[in-house]
């Protein structure tokens, strides 16, 4: 495909997505299917120029003076691609495939755009409306940075599997994908950004994948999970266990020793955490299925660390799934709320005296962590709260409430909160 026919297709996309609300992902496999005369570097180039409109899609119409999803995608193309102005009005112009001569008020944008420090800090931030003062909340005069770091492409991260590997051998493994130690956590591997259009090398094509070596698994979840501390022997309950990238962390902490029980009310989810504790070689894994009756019987008051990533808005996640940050609603963020009480007053029952909540969110809504972590404190005065970490290497990462709180723009790394409970010895 030339670039006209590529511009175009995003464009069509795009329209699809807002106009029909669709998940992106469907409307990009949509078209690809309807598409069957894309190779994959149109497809790469498609979705990427997709993806990164949505990302920055209100501040793309700020500098333009213009909302529409053709003006946002040619922005993309000028600010965040660096293409000239040149090239983009000939691929635009390119019959019969692109999508139209560019108009004089589209060239004088794309030359002269409007200067985003005079917009709004919602715009500013790339977020809808209704969550400026919420991200005001949690990042007071940082809020516009923190949000347009939410918006840029996010690296790849792998976490090297202790269980079958070590750092030094898997970084000779990885080094075709061009992955460095990411700092912080000794297990911790990043692959920077792709550049736009570029494909992203893939990390399941390395035969030390398939020997289970290491897994992708975001920075900030790995942080995430080594908050829970010394796990070594200990019973671990990872009640919210999902598609198993905490459990597998956790296990590999573990060392085999020990149990770790994964539950997950959604039984489907727990089927990948079979399949990638097998291949990761944890041994010490039970699942605990909600098909099953009474599924967590036994194991009332008997947990060292109940550690609880909790169902949220996954606002912290937005360089990754753009278009949630679209489609998320107050009535959406209330529900995941009354999810978190939930899931936290479940997780206190199985905490043993002098045991730990580890509660995680990929959220930086204080709604769905401080203000989760007060209420359920204020109901259960039997817990205390403890500072998210006791490594000296994690330290830094700290409130002075002595939670943890990640953030593109503060740590690098996705957005997650952590705070640890701990249940009194009586
Ligand atoms: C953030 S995701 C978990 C991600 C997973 N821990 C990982 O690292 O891959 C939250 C999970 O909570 C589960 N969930 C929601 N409500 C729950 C409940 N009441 N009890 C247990 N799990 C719940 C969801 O099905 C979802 O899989």
Known sequence: M????????????????????RPVKMALKAWGDA??????????????????????????GWRMGDDSVRAAVLGALAFDWGWALDRIAEACADEPHGPGALTDAEMAALAAPRDLADAPVAIRADIPDWLEADFV?????????EGAALSARAPVDLRVNLLKSDPERAAKALAPLKAQAAGVLPTAFRIPAPNPTERAGAVETIPAFSKGWFEVQDLGSQIAAACAGEVRGKQ????????????????AA????????????????????????????VRNLQIRSPVNPDPLKGLEGKMDVV???????GTGAWRRHPDTKWRL??????????????????????????????????????????????????????FTLKPATEDPALARFLTPAGHIRLSPASTDTDGFFVAVLERSKA
């Open 2 to 21: 030339r670039d006209g026919g590529r511009i175009s297709a995003a464009i069509e996309v795009l329209t699809e997505v807002e106009t029909r609300h």
């Open 35 to 60: 598409s069957r005369f894309a190779g994959s570097k149109d497809r790469a180039f498609v979705s990427g120029l997709v993806l990164d409109t949505m990302r920055r899609r209100r501040s793309l």
């Open 137 to 145: 909340r949690a990042f007071a005069d940082r809020a516009a940075e």
């Open 236 to 251: 671990v309950l990872d009640l919210c266990a999902g598609g198993g990238g905490k459990t597998l962390a956790l296990a």
């Open 254 to 281: 573990m060392g085999s020793t020990g149990q770790i029980y994964a539950y997950d009310s959604d039984p489907r989810r727990l089927a990948d955490t079979i399949r990638r504790g097998d291949r990761a070689g």
């Open 307 to 313: 550690f609880i990533d909790a169902p949220c808005t």
């Open 329 to 382: 609603t107050p009535d959406t963020l209330a529900k995941r709320m009354a999810d978190q009480d939930l899931v936290l007053d479940l997780g206190a029952t199985f905490a043993k005296p002098g045991g730990r909540i580890v509660y995680v969110t990929c959220s930086v809504l204080p709604q769905e962590d401080e203000d989760r972590v007060d209420a359920f404190l204020a109901r259960n005065t039997q």
